[in-house]
DNA sequence: ATGAAAGCGCTAACAC
DNA sequence: GTGTTAGCGCTTTCAT
């Protein structure tokens, strides 16, 4: 490994004018940055970011968790990350803690211990974090999922009113027994989507049936089938389903053709998360996108605004979500376009 | 940010034993040792990683450089990398090139520059590395995509022959005029896969008609749509489609969806990389699923292989294929099961 | 068993 | 404009 020091004896300076070249600070002569650059050049000098950043403190890096690397909406806010993070001149790693709060610690450590400029958290648990890891030296935004044992900037969706509106969807085609594929985990976004689910049944005047809500493992197609081949074995077989997000809707929609079940007329079903091949299914899939670009982007902002003022007061950003519908919950009931809504 | 002095100071003995006690090195009295953990304990001491590394020279930590984080094959990949690693106490850091050569290199030195015990690299070209880079003291395994100006452990899946048998289908059900969607991106995987295509036609003795061969822009949906339409909108249309890879696929599904087509009577469709949703799809897809998990498990393993041995030679391993057959390329004409089969 | 001290590769005062 | 030098936080001989 080439050194400074290297380079320096090579190009018949100090240590300090490489430094300097290489960091782009005035005060060089043309000729010496010239000599040193042929250095740099002949010896294939790499100059190490590990010892650098020893003196420095600080990097051009920004790190991501998030818990489920292979489901497409934590990769979608990816994209949205990485696109305002390159832009500001920062690389982006990315972890993945596959839902588990042990290996989120290992990764916060690790992002920690690598002195990263700003950590962007979608945390497997609400609580149970080290105060130390999450309000330490080290910026974090929450992203998806609320943190509540620390106050951080935080980024969310509108949860409730996603789910609500959904159900009420459902609701409206006359449906009454709504069974709802939730998370095994215990997540912010399950509760409060479970809150929206409520909240559309009781605006109907209809009670929440503990047995019609089943929690899937949310990482796990398979799981989240199992649990949507219990609700259509049930008796009283709920003729509609709400799901959590895409891994569940896939499980569900995979449950129901086992089934041998048509949609939307045996069953219906509205999701929470859209799919970018919702259309291809049959019929196509009513949904509640997420704008996971915006999301990511939203992170992005707010942690290189937080980076650039550690001081700023905390801000909470919650997206509104919209209902997209299309053919899995029954032909559209409302009236056709430039007729009078009419009761 | 507390420092093993002040630990050392508070426990009222030498920064060695710090150390000493930190990295469970023998010939430390237990009360010293018991001091050192209180210290520890009570300055919530968090040892700094970078430091270390500058000192220590290896970490346990692996890089892994993506071309497409939102393309399922790479994440699913991942978790078959991850899942070796931390099995052997790595952890795995991620970035993500968008098939983007700059990007790439950028990642490359910050993963040399973060001093990772290892790289896995699926990269975004097949020449005009930097030897430096791939070459260097940091070991490096080629995934998924070969790459031929330096010499490393490459681990590959059977394109020719995936793409071979997924054709060679479609042609053995009636189809002679088989379009393709291929990639825009100058990738080996590309290059093979066209070969296979190339080689069923020419069992069967049918010519490559240059015209039936579209490039799309792997990483979007949008224009691999594009080219389908283009395809289809021939005035001699093909009545088969061979895709590239599942982002191809859900493109020129997406195109045969707004034409009005049916599948498989209008235009048939084959897949390379199979989706976990193929059989929600109506037909159900006919792919060639890669070996994801396994993949990854293979790269991981060359690595570590390679970290403890730096001086094994190179080797290259290569995955086979099978084709999976489902209804879009139309009723199976095999006889059925039990039946001799004659001619 | 423990401590003193050197030094990993880099940057930034400070002196000239 | 350039060089000397101290030191970032850690590990590791080498003494003791």
Not at 61 to 85: K, M, P, Y
Not at 94 to 103: G, Q, V
Not at 182 to 188: A, E, F, I, P
Not at 259 to 287: K, N, Y
């Amino acid at each position: 490994m080439t050194t400074v020091k290297e380079v320096a004896k090579r190009a018949g300076v100090s240590t300090a004018t490489v430094s300097r070249v290489l960091n782009d600070i005035p005060n060089v002569t043309p000729d010496a940055r010239k000599r040193v650059q042929d250095a740099v050049q002949a010896l294939n000098y790499r100059p190490s970011r590990v010892a650098r950043r020893l003196r420095i403190k600080h990097t051009q890096v920004i790190g991501l968790i998030i818990s489920d690397i292979q489901n497409l909406f934590f990769t979608s806010v990816t994209r949205g990350i990485e696109d305002i993070a390159s832009r500001n001149g920062y690389s982006l790693i990315l972890c993945n803690t596959d839902e588990d709060a042990d290996r989120e610690r290992v990764y916060l450590e690790v992002m920690h211990a690598e002195n990263v400029a700003g950590i962007i958290l979608a945390s497997a648990t609400e609580t149970g974090h080290d105060p130390e890891l999450l309000n330490g030296r080290i910026p974090v935004v929450a992203l998806d999922r609320l943190i509540t044992d620390v106050q951080l900037d935080t980024v969310l969706v509108d949860n409730v009113g996603g789910a609500e509106t959904a159900v009420a969807h459902l609701l409206s085609h006359g449906h009454r027994r709504i069974g709802m594929i939730s998370s095994q985990q215990q997540l912010t976004t399950a509760r409060e989507r479970e809150d929206g689910y409520g909240r559309a049944l009781k605006e109907f005047g209809l009670p929440v049936e503990p047995s019609l809500i089943r929690k899937a493992d949310v990482r796990q197609i398979a799981d989240s089938r199992r649990q949507a081949l219990d609700l259509l074995a049930l008796p009283d077989r709920p003729t509609a389903l709400f799901t959590f997000n895409n891994t569940t809707t896939l499980g569900t929609l995979t449950a129901i053709q086992e089934r041998g079940l048509r949609i939307p007329d045996d069953v219906a079903v509205a999701a929470f998360d859209d799919l970018p091949w919702a259309t291809l299914l049959d019929p196509p899939l009513t949904a509640v996108p997420q704008p996971t670009y915006e999301l990511g982007k939203t992170a992005a902002e707010m942690l290189l605004a937080r980076i650039a003022n550690p001081h700023r007061p905390t801000t909470q950003n919650r997206l509104s979500l919209d209902l997209v519908v299309r053919e899995s919950c029954g032909a559209d009931h409302r009236p056709p376009d430039g007729v009078a809504q009419a009761v």
